[in-house]
Antibody
């Protein structure tokens, strides 16, 4: 059973970079035709796809965030990461990592981590 | 990319059936059979309920079914139960190799 777990700072100041790590267990991040994804949810709002990465490093990003987002992968640690630059209060959200399986479906999710952006 | 359009809320009584719509464009919902539906209870991560328009993952009740016509996909829940009360989100693959979600629908079981 694949499990994902987000980790990162509990608070980020405006204009700084937001960095999160997703640790994957129960399977290798390098196996299968999977993309490893970041999705966020603003408080009380809907889901927003941020982007995903293949173990080889190939990435796809939401056009609305592309200029500020970078997703990377570390196969040796079975982890992938999110970096969102120059954050504002509008980036306050619960950030989820998830596995994109076949059919462009997110079949396994982390529990999510709330990242407030505040001075 | 614009979010897919879902009704903000729907409601139904136990035992009844409800349908949630998800309207996109000819560049996403209408172009591909890569529509998924997710259920989210408060404070929890989303759970996959339907993939590839009509398919249910193992363990998901057959009371949940999906369909699509043109640019609109639909999720139907039959035999409503109290535990079905949750937020529901659709998603679709798009022609620009991205994924877009719907705005979400709050289901209330009366």
């Amino acid at each position: 059973q694949v499990q994902l777990q987000e980790s990162g700072p509990g608070l980020v100041k405006p204009s700084q970079d937001l960095s999160l790590i997703c640790s994957v267990s129960g399977g290798s991040i390098s196996s299968g035709n999977y993309y490893w994804s970041w999705i966020r949810q603003h408080p009380g709002k809907g889901l927003e796809w941020i982007g995903y990465i293949y173990y080889s490093g190939s990435t796809y990003y939401n056009p609305s965030l592309k200029s500020r987002v970078s997703i990377s992968v570390d196969t040796s640690k079975n982890q992938f990461s999110l970096k969102l630059s120059s954050v504002t209060a509008a980036d306050t959200a619960v950030y989820y990592c998830a596995r994109k399986g076949n059919y462009y479906t997110f079949d396994y999710w982390g529990q999510g981590t709330l990242v407030p952006v505040s001075s | 990319q614009s979010a897919l359009t879902q009704p903000a809320s729907v409601s139904g009584s136990p035992g009844q059936s409800i349908t949630i719509s998800c309207t996109g464009t000819s560049s996403d919902v209408g172009a591909y059979n890569y529509v998924s539906w997710y259920q989210q209870h408060p404070g929890k991560a989303p759970k996959l309920m339907i993939y590839e328009v009509t398919n249910r993952p193992s363990g998901v009740s057959n009371r949940f079914s999906g369909s699509k016509s043109g640019n609109t996909a639909s999720l139907t829940i039959s035999g409503l139960q109290a535990e079905d009360e949750a937020d529901y989100y659709c998603s679709s693959y798009t022609s620009t190799s991205t994924v877009v979600f719907g705005g979400g629908t709050k289901l209330t079981v009366l």
